[in-house]
């Protein structure tokens, strides 16, 4: 669907970028006590997996520095620093970060760095960072290829970009499925456990305005990566985007 000029799709809406980067804002401050328990509601605990696997492909190894964007509740950095790595987490929500901040404080990790930082405009030098990490944050992102562009400045030559994102469903059967239960029951389960059904109605409505893998993929050539690879997981689901900023 394409957007009318001057305009970003905020769910099914499109409004101006300004309005989106607000309207995400209040979203994500709304959710972000009850972000975790409605991830486990919503996916079966199946995010704890995929996060897992995202991980793993990433092969994060000791002495690395990883910028970890979006990282909000802290899942994927708790994951990345047990390898030994270096993380930075950021996100342009203050009260997501809080949250993973608290959550950091009573595991005991204190080598993490915490910053407010916009994904499209980032404050760190060229070249800082030898991997960068965002899952399910950049659908959120108002100019997906301004974040995108930023993620190849910041990364070092041989640095490495990892996306987590749900993507579209390609298995017939399960895509009807899919469907009909992000739509009907997802904000009807935000009502339940967070007193939220319109914040979850717009998460689902994100997901189905982000482009589909190969439109996806070709965005991130388009910024630089090169031996760009998708691994489709649950026929499509989610899906692991990755590329390398080759010197």
């Known amino acids: 669907m394409t957007e009318p000029a001057g305009t970003v799709s905020f769910g099914y809406e499109e409004v101006s970028p300004e309005e989106k980067t607000r309207r995400v804002g209040g979203v994500f401050s709304n959710v972000a006590r009850s972000y975790d328990l409605m991830n486990d509601a919503m996916s079966g605990g199946m995010h704890r997996l995929w996060k897992d696997r995202f991980v793993r492909q990433l092969r994060p190894r000791s002495g690395e520095h ?22 930075t987490v950021a996100d342009i929500n203050p009260d997501m970060l809080g949250v993973g901040m608290e959550r950091a404080e009573k595991r005991g990790l ?17 070249e800082t960072f030898d991997a960068y ?14 974040a995108l562009a930023e993620a190849f400045r910041v990364l070092k030559p041989g640095g490495r970009f990892f996306c987590l994102e749900f993507s579209t469903v390609e298995w017939p059967g399960f895509k009807d499925v899919y469907d009909a239960y992000s739509h009907h029951l997802v904000p009807r389960l ?22 589909p893998m190969p439109a996806f993929r070709r965005m991130i050539e388009d910024a630089g ?10 026929g499509g689901l989610v899906a692991i985007h990755s590329g390398w900023k080759i010197a």
Not at 113 to 118: G, K, T
Not at 133 to 146: M, P, Q, W
Not at 225 to 234: D, K
């Open 66 to 87: 990883v910028l970890d964007m979006a990282g909000g509740t802290g899942d994927i950095a708790f994951r990345i620093a047990a390898s030994g790595a270096q993380v």
């Open 110 to 126: 204190t080598g993490l760095e915490w910053i407010e930082q916009n994904a499209e405009s980032l404050i760190f030098a060229d």
């Open 133 to 146: 990490t965002i899952a399910f944050g950049i659908r959120n992102v108002t100019r997906i290829d301004h």
């Open 190 to 211: 935000g009502k339940l456990i967070a007193n939220d059904e319109d914040s979850y109605r717009y998460l689902v409505e994100s997901i189905r305005r982000f482009p």
């Open 225 to 234: 990566f090169r031996r760009t690879r998708v691994t489709p997981i649950m």
